[in-house]
């Protein structure tokens, strides 16, 4: 559920009584809170979705000027977001239509009538629930993919690299004993320490139960260890 979140809506409509009684509708006091955001044309509603704002829900009527809402629809499902929940707001009852917009994609089509019911804002608020929680696990089943991958990586070069690591730290602890030059010393005082540092990261890497990348240069990323 995602009811401590606030939902952003982009409604579609140029008669002003539906814009009322959509605003009217989630000016009470729904769960999660409802902003909607409101232009008169199809035209209007891409030139803000390519300049890249987002919307959890887009409300379309199918009667607007130049563009109609399958036709906005189709644009935006093919070449901006085929992801985008979009559902249908209109007085057109017209089930060929109805079959047309739901094979592009679009989520409901309800009918501007149903919009005084309490049905209509529970509809959107749904819609926007069941797509946020299905993106939540997709991103979840992405990282436990990714962590798997890892996790392979670091078992096979894990005793590749475990290894020598003891034996240099052993080496660098005899060499500390034997040795009384200061300056010598020094130095393998410093070979310890990176060394242990490196055999406390192996560890870590080891024991990675989370995906811990973090974006680095461009499309590279690096496992974040701290």
Do not use: C, W
């Not at 979009?86 to 060929?96: A, Q, R, W």
């Not at 501007?112 to 819609?127: P, W």
């Not at 034997?178 to 020094?186: Q, T, Y």
Request: charged share 30%; glycine share 2%; hydrophobic share 40%.
């Amino acid at each position: 559920m995602i009811n401590s979140q606030e939902i952003t809506m982009l409604l579609i409509e140029n008669e002003e009584q539906v814009v009322r009684q959509v605003l009217e509708a989630f000016k009470g006091e729904t769960s999660p809170a409802v902003t909607v955001h409101h232009v008169r044309s199809a035209e209007e509603a891409l030139s803000l979705l390519v300049d890249g704002k987002k919307y959890d829900i887009i409300v379309t009527d199918y009667y607007l000027p130049s563009m109609n809402g399958a036709q906005f629809a189709r644009t935006v499902l093919r070449e901006i977001d085929e992801d985008q929940p979009i559902v249908f707001l209109t007085s057109n009852k017209d089930m060929n239509l109805v079959v047309e917009v739901m094979k592009l994609g679009v989520k409901d089509y309800l009918f501007t009538e149903s919009v005084s019911e309490t049905l209509f804002t529970k509809t959107i608020i749904s819609i926007v629930e069941k797509h946020k929680l299905r993106k939540e696990m997709e991103e979840l089943e992405h990282k436990q993919r990714r962590l798997g991958a890892m996790q392979e990586v670091v078992v096979k070069i894990s005793s590749e690299i475990s290894e020598p690591l003891k034996v240099l730290h052993s080496i660098t602890m005899k060499l500390l004993e034997k040795s009384h030059d200061e300056k010598v010393r020094k130095y393998l005082s410093l070979i310890k320490e990176n060394v242990e540092r490196m055999q406390v990261k192996m560890e870590k890497l080891q024991n990675l139960k989370d995906d811990k990348t973090v974006q680095y240069i461009k499309d590279i990323r690096m496992i974040d260890l701290s």
